[in-house]
């Protein structure tokens, strides 16, 4: 359910050296810290992150890659770079403190197919996860809930106590409405071989509408989606806009401020309609 953007600046940066660079050995043997290390990296995701935690079974300083065993109980390569925060307690750590058997969180996204850590928090306190996704299957004689994650290969699997809180918007819910499609976020502990879930906050279910308001942040017509952050600008949300008329579509340019009416299908925000807001100048 997630998107991304390149760059047109890096060919037309390399076109310009080549044209005003003079070919001496000072130029050919331009230091390392010269290079605005920025563009040798792949852009970072616009999109939500997502949370995931565990224990770090191998570090790959080379290729700068941990091995994580995610509190799911399976693992996960997650990469980083220079641009990676690295925390303890809020306070940076060198990257030689990611050592094997280290309980660590990390904010991540996709970026070119491969699990990317933007903050990686290294914790001492109890192993306990967070994690964004939404329902393939719930049992309810067993209590397990799984949930299909975007930067995990296989399904996490959660326990629910009676312990569990479980809530729709402002309501207390039953654990009948985790249907499967059903979008969430939960927050669990790895206890005894197995993850109890704490608090389970249903975000979507299939056949809900929805009203974003908020500027329209992407904006792809061949693909068919729109991104939209919110005004508060901490969330961002994807919105399939293919059963719009095209005068409509025509009409969607990013940085436009929007009210979205849409609805859930299961798989997607599906746009019912689209209002652009015409915001005074100050």
Known sequence: MLIAIVSMAVSACSGSWAQTASPSASSKAAP??????????P?????PLSLIGGTVIKVDPIRDRVVLRAFGGKDITV????????????????TRELRPGARIYADTSLVNGRVFAKTIRISADAATGEANG????????ARKLKIRN???????????TPETKIRSGDRTVEPSQLAEGTLLHVAFQARDHANLATQIDIQALPGST????????FVDLR??????????????????????????????KEGADVVVHAKFDGQKYQA???ELVQVPPR
């Open 32 to 41: 390392a810290e010269d290079r605005d290390v920025a563009v040798d990296f």
């Open 43 to 47: 852009p970072l995701s616009r999109g």
């Open 79 to 94: 990469d980083f770079d220079v641009r990676t925060k690295i925390l303890r307690a809020e306070a940076p750590v060198p």
């Open 134 to 141: 939404q329902v393939t299957a719930y049992d309810p004689s």
């Open 150 to 160: 975007a930067v995990a290969s296989e399904p996490l699997e959660v326990r629910i």
């Open 210 to 217: 929805f009203t974003f308001a908020g500027k329209m942040t």
């Open 223 to 252: 693909a068919g989606y729109v991104a939209i952050a919110d005004q508060s600008g901490s969330n961002s949300y994807e919105v399939a806009v293919d059963h719009l008329a095209t005068s409509v579509k025509r009409a969607l």
């Open 272 to 274: 019912q309609s689209i």
